[in-house]
């Protein structure tokens, strides 16, 4: 019932299968919005991020702390003590480097970063 009345709400003088957001528009707009949002809900991969981090954060830490450099995750007591604040610290460091990541790069650098120091479910 509902559709029927629905359908009969259509202008009648707008051609049947040629609606102005009609089915021939509105998918792929939906496909490219759903693509242009995955990168950024999508969980980073420490095999990315290690690279990133090698080239863009190491040698500072090492500079500062000796080593390789990952005393700067391992301080007691550590500045970060939960993953929002790691995303939040790698986003901002990331930022004063001007390395020029997108969101999913900064994923990816705390996902290896998490992963072999801070451990936060
Ligand atoms: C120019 C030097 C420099 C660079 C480059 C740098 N960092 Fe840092 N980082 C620091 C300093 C200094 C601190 C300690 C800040 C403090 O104690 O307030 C720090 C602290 C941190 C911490 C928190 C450590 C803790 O106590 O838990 C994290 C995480 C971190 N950096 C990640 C990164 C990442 C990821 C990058 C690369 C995008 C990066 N840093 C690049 C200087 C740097």
């Known amino acids: ?7 009969k709400g259509i202008p009648h003088f707008v051609p049947q299968g040629r609606y102005p957001l009609g089915r021939g528009l509105s998918m792929p707009l939906l496909c490219l919005c759903l693509l242009l949002s995955l990168p950024v809900l999508a969980a980073g991969d420490p095999k ?5 981090h090698d080239k863009q954060c190491v040698a500072c ?6 080593g390789d450099g990952s005393g700067m995750y391992t301080r007691k007591p550590r500045l970060i003590n939960d993953a929002v604040a790691l995303g ?3 986003a901002a460091c990331a930022a004063q480097t001007n390395a020029g990541w997108f969101p999913e790069d900064e994923a990816h650098v705390t996902a290896w970063v998490n992963q072999n120091w801070y451990k936060f479910k």
Do not use: E, F, N, S
């Open 88 to 90: 939040q610290r790698v």
């Open 61 to 66: 830490h090492v500079k500062l702390l000796g």
């Open 1 to 7: 019932m509902r559709i029927a009345r629905c359908v």
């Open 48 to 52: 990315l991020g290690k690279p990133l």
